[in-house]
């Protein structure tokens, strides 16, 4: 599987932006999704996750009510939409992906994406 993230740039505090993430190869609809974000100087986190089977999602605390994960398997793609966005959530957002069960440690994902940056002004 290989994974394209776009759709990052820079925006205002408050701003919305949508990230994709397109996957290539076979059975993406059997693949859990997830993005995580890295900040300057800090350690690669958790952002939201989207599952296999029936499309649950969960996000991190920091991120829940503003961001939505969706998926279309027809496209094989992933789309971030982030709302409300703080200068907190400024980082390089990576896209990964995991056969089957869903995780929320980098370490659980097999496959990722180069990254889209995303900077948020005050």
């Known amino acids: 599987v290989q994974l394209q993230a776009s759709g990052g740039g820079l925006v205002q505090a408050g701003g919305s932006l949508r990230l994709s993430c397109a996957a290539s190869g076979r059975a993406f609809s059997r693949y859990s999704m997830g993005w995580f974000r890295q900040a300057p100087g800090k350690e690669r986190e958790f952002v939201a996750a989207i599952s296999w089977s029936d499309d649950g999602t969960s996000y991190a605390d920091s991120v829940k009510d503003r961001f939505t994960l969706s998926r279309d398997n027809a496209k094989n793609t992933v789309y971030l939409q982030m709302n409300s966005l703080k200068p907190e959530d400024t980082a390089v957002y990576y896209c990964?992906?995991?056969?089957?069960?869903?995780?929320?440690?980098?370490?659980?994902?097999?496959?990722w994406g180069q990254g889209t940056q995303v900077t948020v002004s005050s």
């Open positions: 990964a992906a995991r056969y089957l069960t869903t995780g929320w440690r980098p370490d659980n994902y097999d496959y």
